[in-house]
């Protein structure tokens, strides 16, 4: 049931899906909304777990402030929404943005998280691709639109959200591999194999993970939730049911952990 409730002092829009399965939250990607990710692997993963999704200020519909973006920042709500709304730990799924802010939570609140699947995310800015947007992609033209249909703030202020969310994007997160290390909680690091965020980071992100999955999946690129959703559905599902670390017939970086 979605719902406005009031997230450290600012009225942020929540879709709690209810549900007697262990909760777990959705964390939208940057620019997006929570729509993105309940419509697509929602409905999954709603079968099995308690499913909670929040738009954070400036997205969706949630309105913005006049101040600026930062991840610490967003950390911030995603916390306040799981004592407030959730109630306790969860299992984190974020995208792009939203697995960043999932990497945070984990290292600022581990009481507060469960599992984590982070899908094209990056834990240094200098880890995505210089690219120039494809002149086919309707992504743009899309992100526009669901912006207009759902902020309270209006079609005028998109320009304000957009200049904020890049300059963040210029200079943040600056999280290391020695930081990740401190994530103890198992992590699934999701990626497409043409994604935003470059193969060696990604990797880096695994490798620097003491409990890190890794699932590369073909044909995808960063938009893997909308372009594969079952596919995606089944690497998370797979993950969060299974108990203990995995077995396999040999192992190497784990037989050496």
Do not use: C
Request: aromatic share 6%; net charge negative.
């Amino acid at each position: 049931m979605a719902s406005t409730v009031d997230i450290n002092g600012h009225p942020t829009w929540v879709d709690d899906r209810g549900g007697d399965g262990e909760p777990l939250l959705l964390l939208h990607g940057g620019l997006g909304n929570s729509d993105d990710l309940l419509n697509s692997i929602g409905p999954g993963l709603s079968e099995i777990f308690r499913v909670v999704a929040f738009d954070r200020r400036g997205h969706g519909y949630t309105a913005d402030t006049d101040a600026d973006f930062h991840y610490a920042d967003m950390a911030d709500e995603t916390i306040g929404v799981l004592e407030t709304v959730v109630g306790g730990p969860a299992h984190l799924v974020g995208w792009s943005d939203g697995g960043i802010i999932a990497l945070l939570v984990a290292l600022r609140r581990p009481d507060l998280v469960r599992k984590l699947v982070v899908v094209g995310a990056n834990y240094h800015f200098e880890g995505t691709v210089p690219a120039e947007t494809d002149p086919d992609s309707p992504v743009p033209e899309e992100l526009g639109e669901a912006y207009v249909a759902r902020s309270p703030d209006g079609a005028a202020h998109l320009e304000v959200v957009m200049n904020k969310s890049f300059r963040m994007f210029r200079s943040e997160p600056t999280l290391t591999t020695a930081d990740i290390a401190h994530i103890s909680q198992p992590v699934l690091v999701v990626t497409g194999d043409d994604d935003l965020v470059a193969l060696p980071h990604t990797v880096s992100l695994y490798e620097a993970l003491p409990e890190g999955q890794l699932a590369v999946v073909p044909g995808a690129s960063h938009g893997l939730p909308l372009e594969q959703p079952a596919a995606l559905n089944r690497l998370i599902l797979a993950f969060l049911v299974a108990s203990g670390p995995p077995r396999t017939l040999m192992p190497i970086r784990r037989a050496r952990a």
